[in-house]
């Protein structure tokens, strides 16, 4: 699978501060919906409950602004043993803005710990991205 999973985001004026640029905690919450959306779109709707986010990082990069719309474009999912590292690109009017990487770790689904991610899964994410664009 090599295409990349987008997302066009329209700012809402309440995600904004007093000089029409987009909150920072906003922009997280983008990138999560980026980020289940993709997983959704791979065909893991049943098993989103089992992954638990343990780490994300945001670059901003550029300034982000309310009246433009975002483009969130998962770049990368890359399978471990148990989890997930999704990289995911927003861009505003061809403006990088900000980058983000996120690890989510599949659970257990007796509630026991981490669990190795399922096969089903792991197929489903192989060449995610690969020769892509």
């Given amino acids: 699978m ?56 945001i670059d901003f990069q550029g300034e982000t602004f309310y009246g433009e719309e975002v483009t969130a474009t998962v770049t990368a999912i890359t399978p471990g043993n148990s989890s997930l590292t999704v990289d995911c690109q927003m861009t505003q009017q061809g403006r990088n803005t900000a980058f983000g990487r996120a690890v989510m770790v599949h659970l257990d689904r007796d509630g026991g710990g981490t669990a190795p991610m399922p096969q089903e899964m792991r197929e489903r994410l192989s060449g995610y991205g690969k020769g892509a664009g």
């Fill in 2 to 57: 090599s295409q990349l999973f987008t997302l066009t985001i329209t700012p809402r004026f309440y995600e904004t501060d007093g000089v029409g640029h987009i909150n920072n905690v906003s922009i997280a919450g983008w990138f999560e919906t980026a980020r289940i959306r993709a997983m959704e779109s791979l065909g893991a709707e049943g098993e989103l409950m089992h992954w638990v986010l343990a780490s994300i990082k």
